[in-house]
């Protein structure tokens, strides 16, 4: 998936710089800017209006006062929390990015949710064991929900996959919307284990594949669906159609 975007970004004039290590920065009078990066060829100056420095975040947990309750963390702040976002202290809940994993708005709602079942209505369910829909919206967007094949060969579930590109859609050709592909996964039961989709409105597809999951659809239950024409979703018709045995 992101040697796809990065094949339609270098088609639109987009330079990658791959494995060097930033040296120095500056900034001219007239607001240009120049960065200094050591590669495997050498030096080299990148010259540019605007810089994105993109480290990551950090949790603010050190400004909680988290020592006088006892409540434990990890070795970067991140508050640590069992399947059901407890903490180490009894009644005392984290949500959100502040402990580890993925840190995405729909998951923090969702943390939410947890807990509320928790407190109010006696419902356990464990945090772990829920779909993580992820979105990256680039043009055009990628998407995932559920395994890739790393995971699954990791795991040693069998699968079958087929990959499908976007241009073979009738919706991309009435749009010229042409970039991209679609790649989904099943089990031996004939159900949907994941899919990574890289095209126009990607994470809408997708959350009609994390929906078929959550019902435990077989595949054929979307190959035979009636689709309205001409939808981007028509394309879940098709995309099964050459499923081969996954794996090395």
């Not at 419902?123 to 919206?137: D, G, I, M, N, T």
């Not at 043009?139 to 559920?146: F, K, L, S, V």
């Not at 994470?203 to 994390?210: H, L, Q, T, W």
């Not at 659809?217 to 979703?233: D, G, I, N, R, S």
Request: hydrophobic residues 35%; proline residues 5%; glycine residues 12%.
């Amino acid at each position: 998936m992101c040697r796809g975007l990065q094949e339609v970004l270098s088609k639109e004039g987009v330079e990658f710089v791959m494995g060097a290590r930033a040296n120095s920065v500056s900034r001219s009078p007239s607001g240009n800017i120049t960065l200094t990066v050591q590669t495997g060829q050498g030096e080299r100056r990148l010259r540019g209006t605007h810089l994105l420095v993109a480290t990551g975040r950090q949790p603010n947990s050190d400004k909680l006062g988290l020592g006088f309750a006892g409540i434990k963390t990890d070795e970067h702040g991140y508050i640590l929390v069992n399947n059901n976002l407890q903490t180490n202290v009894r009644g005392v809940y984290a949500l959100g990015d502040i402990h580890p994993g993925p840190q995405f708005t729909h998951l923090a709602y969702d943390d939410y949710r947890v807990v509320r079942d928790a407190l109010l209505h006696g419902r356990k369910r464990s945090a772990r064991q829920r779909p993580l829909p992820y979105v990256v919206f680039t043009d055009p967007p990628m998407a995932r929900i559920g395994l890739n094949e790393g995971q699954a060969q990791e795991d040693k579930i069998p699968y079958r996959v087929a990959t499908m590109p976007v241009r073979t859609i009738g919706r991309a050709q009435h749009t010229s919307e042409l970039r991209g592909f679609w790649k989904v996964m099943v089990g031996k039961d004939d159900r949907l284990l994941g899919a990574t989709l890289f095209g126009p409105e990607a994470g809408e597809i997708m959350a009609v594949i994390e929906v078929a999951m959550a019902g435990r659809l077989k595949y054929q239950q979307l190959q035979e669906m009636v689709f309205a024409h001409p939808t981007w979703a028509e394309g879940l018709n098709n995309v099964f159609r050459d499923l081969k045995k996954g794996g090395k």
